[in-house]
């Protein structure tokens, strides 16, 4: 069964560096979902991508965010600068479309990324 | 925007013994529903979900969910828990305009033997 995946599954960085966090999402499917889990807290929705751009945000996605498709298979999360409360579980996600009706999404393991 | 609410942070009930998580949510049409369940350092697994039609809805694991419209809810129900039922409870809503969801802050479920 086709399945999301994200690498690494651990990234450990120190405040103020830059971190890119990679997803491949099924491959027939065509928007693409940033998540963030803060340790002990609720799933929130950062971040969603469709045809080489951003669909919608969060007000958490703010400038020291970016999100790409690099090539075709990967969907990337930039954090610039990260600081100490970026700590979390990322979970991408993705659906076969989007936009009206309901298409669902299938989420990746996550990678839990600690800045210190 | 579309908000939820589980007014459980966190329940226990016995092996064996019925559940019932709550979910109310906040959505001016009609929303797309679902549970979601996390397992200590795992990933996220949908239980279950609501479009349209029969309120009730079957899962995976045995789980069921009911739609009320009237009460804005969309409770979890399972008649027998089992142990490795232990684990995080999401209830998430979705908006179909840009199929984003939110998610409720969980309600942590243990299991005593």
């Known amino acids: 069964e086709p399945e999301v995946t994200q690498t690494p599954s651990h990234q450990v960085t120190q405040m103020g560096q830059e971190v890119i966090l990679r997803c491949v999402p099924i491959?027939?499917?065509?928007?693409f979902y940033w998540y963030r889990q803060i340790l002990g807290q609720k799933v929130e929705f950062l971040v969603s991508?469709?045809?080489?751009?951003?669909?919608?945000k969060s007000e958490i996605f703010d400038d020291q965010f970016s999100v790409e498709r690099p090539d075709g298979s990967n969907f990337t999360l930039k954090i610039r600068s990260t600081k100490l409360e970026d700590s979390a579980m990322y979970f991408c996600?993705?659906?076969?479309?989007?936009?009206?009706?309901?298409?669902?999404?299938?989420f990746g393991p996550g990678t839990r990324l600690t800045v210190t | 925007a579309q908000s939820v609410t589980q007014p459980d942070i966190h329940i226990t009930v016995s092996e064996g013994a019925s559940l019932e998580l709550r979910c109310n949510y906040s959505?001016?049409?009609?929303?797309?529903l679902f549970w979601y369940v996390q397992s200590p350092g795992q990933g996220l697994q949908l239980l279950l979900k609501?479009?349209?039609?029969?309120?009730l809805v079957q899962g995976i694991k045995g789980f069921e969910a009911e739609f009320k419209r009237s009460q804005s809810s969309f409770n979890l129900r399972k008649p027998s828990v089992h142990w490795s039922d232990a684990a995080e409870y999401f209830c998430?809503?979705?908006?179909?305009?840009?199929?984003?969801?939110?998610f409720g802050a969980g309600t942590r479920l243990t299991v005593k033997p």
């Open positions: 996600a993705s659906s076969e479309a989007g936009g009206q009706g309901w298409y669902e999404q299938y």
């Open positions: 491959s027939n499917h065509l928007y």
């Open positions: 609501y479009f349209s039609g029969d309120t």
């Open positions: 998430a809503v979705g908006a179909g305009n840009n199929n984003d969801m939110r």
């Open positions: 991508f469709y045809n080489n751009e951003i669909s919608e």
């Open positions: 959505y001016g049409a009609t929303p797309y």
